[in-house]
């Protein structure tokens, strides 16, 4: 701004802290106690704006708006905001002072264009597009609003971070901006689906109970009872296949007439074994069919799809 720019400039907000930016809202008019002591703020600011104390100047505005609202007094926050290097603030401002103030006063409303103009030249605008409705957006952690926005974002120029999320969803939009300044960058935001419900957990499986148990043991001892007939006649027919060698007719030796013994030994025991096994088969299938599964009566914790999952009756 060149220095005839900022005279007029100073000049337009000496008058406006004095007096005309006091113009009540719709609505009522306020006590006119806070109306003096609002003036006195803007008198108080345009001191500090003078001596260059515009972090001064700015909380004296603050507190006259606090006392006595006026939309003219956006022009005010506008002139400190750029003056602090605050340029989003500032062009917001400006803006707010145009759509508030209405059509009077054309000259501070022409000083309030330019500004925006040139305020519009350091500062980034991003224009954002999503795919879904009613989804917060976060620029830097400070909430913009819900989409779709009613007008594009205003940012400083360097690297912002945007979040655009909504509750339900699984995944938020995240982008890295990289702003220069007077850019305008269009931003497509696509969410992620809703998840999917978890699957249901699979059907518990009642305990066994002591019948069934109990068949299961018997039908184990009849397997193991069977193979042990095997292995015995396996055992008998080579005892007797040894036996017929030395003595194909007749034994003559005690020691054929022992391997005859010992043959007939084996068959006997693998005879027995197939008999206990066969009645441990039968006795343990018989007890399984007409034995039932004990009832679920507790608690059953499992790791599901959703996390730690418990279920039983109880």
Known sequence: MNCSRGRALRGVLAALVLASALVPRAG??????????????LTAAREDFARADYQSALGKIEEAAALFPSPKLHFNFGVVYAKLGRNVEALEAYQRFLAQAGPGDSTRRGEAERQIAELRERVATLVLVADTV???VFVDGRLYGTTPLPRPMLVNPGSHQLVVQKAGLAVAYTDRIDARAGAEI????RLGP???PPPPLPPAKAPLGRGRILSLVLGGVGVAASGVGVAYGLIARSRANEASDAC???????GGVDQWNQAQQAGNISTAAFVVGAAGIASGLVLWL???PVAESGPQIGLGPGGLQVRGIW
């Open 28 to 41: 009522g008019a306020q006590p006119t106690d806070n109306k003096a002591r609002a003036e006195g703020k």
């Open 186 to 189: 269009r931003i497509d935001a």
């Open 134 to 136: 009613a989804a917060d």
């Open 290 to 292: 007409h034995a039932k």
């Open 248 to 254: 194909p007719n007749q034994c003559v030796g005690q």
């Open 194 to 196: 809703a998840p999917p």
